[in-house]
Nanobody
Framework: QVQLVESGGGLVQAGGSLRLSCAAS????????MGWFRQAPGKEREFVAS????????YYADSVRGRFTISKDNAKNTVSLQMNSLKPEDTAVYYC???????????????????WGQGTQVTVSS
């Protein structure tokens, strides 16, 4: 079965950096695009970033563009999210997910992702 395991979350001061990683197993990783979402308490899960199956094309939410970088290593079956210049509003549980939807217009829709990790907490203090 497909398994996704996130790591790298933690507590950081505003302006700091964290790098999240997601290790995937149980699928042909190079066949799938991947995404990162986040969910803060009392809020809906929101799109953060996505990357094509080859790793060439990337997409970002406006709120993180220029601060976050998504990358994919098909040899190691991992997807990462480098987060710089963190803000308190970035505080959330971060999830990686396998994209199974095809249309670019739906890339920010969580229903287009079939498999999810358990999440990793990111807390940014002011």
């Amino acid at each position: 079965q497909v398994q996704l395991v996130e790591s790298g979350g933690g507590l950081v001061q505003a302006g700091g950096s964290l790098r999240l990683s997601c290790a995937a197993s149980g699928l042909t990783f190079s066949d799938y695009g991947m995404g990162w979402f986040r969910q803060a308490p009392g809020k809906e899960r929101e799109f953060v970033a996505s990357i094509s199956r080859s790793g060439i094309s990337t997409y970002y939410a406006d709120s993180v563009r220029g601060r976050f970088t998504i990358s994919k290593d098909n040899a190691k079956n991992t997807v990462s999210l480098q987060m710089n210049s963190l803000k308190p509003e970035d505080t959330a549980v971060y999830y990686c997910a396998v994209r199974t939807g095809a249309a670019l217009s739906t890339i920010r829709n969580p229903t287009q992702y079939a498999y999810w990790g358990q999440g990793t907490q990111v807390t940014v203090s002011s």
